[in-house]
């Protein structure tokens, strides 16, 4: 084999070509394609921080309806239970001046009762007494009732 000037020549320039080739070329394009990694790559970690973010606001705002919610149910029931309370009051107070008044009438029904009894006694012994009288004639004698008798006759007869 025969090494001439043209095999050397050939290989020098070609390894000019690819010194050449590698600066203009090959150097520029892997320059690009690390710059355009290295932006997806930071793009990647900005959306990983924003979904981050993201979750970590859903999650917040989730606490804060349920806080809110968990308030507004104490608040219903704190206020169903004072409406309860104060039914209950009202209630009380209902029935107990009903059964106040209920007393009193009766109390008052009672009195009324007895009042007339004893207006009854002398207007029914009275009469007993004319009716005798006027029935057995006005000289005949006999004992006039008494309240007493009266009242036991009232006591069966009520």
């Known amino acids: 084999m025969e090494i001439n000037a043209t095999i050397l020549i050939s290989a020098i320039s070609?390894?000019?070509?690819?010194f050449?080739?590698?600066k203009i070329l090959y150097q520029p394009v892997?320059?690009?394609m690390e710059k355009r990694k290295n932006y997806i790559e930071a793009n990647?970690?900005?959306a990983q921080n924003h979904k981050q973010k993201a979750e970590g606001l859903?999650?917040?705002k989730n606490a804060k309806i349920a806080?809110?919610?968990k308030k507004s149910r104490d608040i219903v029931a704190a206020k169903t239970d004072a409406l309860k309370e104060e039914k209950t009051k009202i209630l009380n107070d209902a029935r107990t001046g009903a059964a106040t008044y209920f007393s009193e009438e009766k109390q008052s029904l009672v009195q009324q009762k007895e009042q007339t009894a004893a207006n009854m006694k002398f207007d029914v012994a009275d009469i007993a007494n004319r009716l005798t009288t006027?029935?057995?004639g006005e000289g005949i004698a006999f004992e006039p009732l008494n309240e007493h008798e009266v009242e036991?006759?009232?006591k069966k007869n009520a």
């Open 14 to 18: 070609f390894l000019v070509f690819i």
């Open 20 to 22: 050449i080739m590698n």
């Open 30 to 32: 892997l320059d690009i």
């Open 44 to 46: 990647k970690t900005e």
């Open 58 to 60: 859903i999650a917040d």
């Open 67 to 69: 806080d809110a919610q």
């Open 134 to 136: 006027k029935l057995m």
């Open 152 to 154: 036991e006759v009232m």
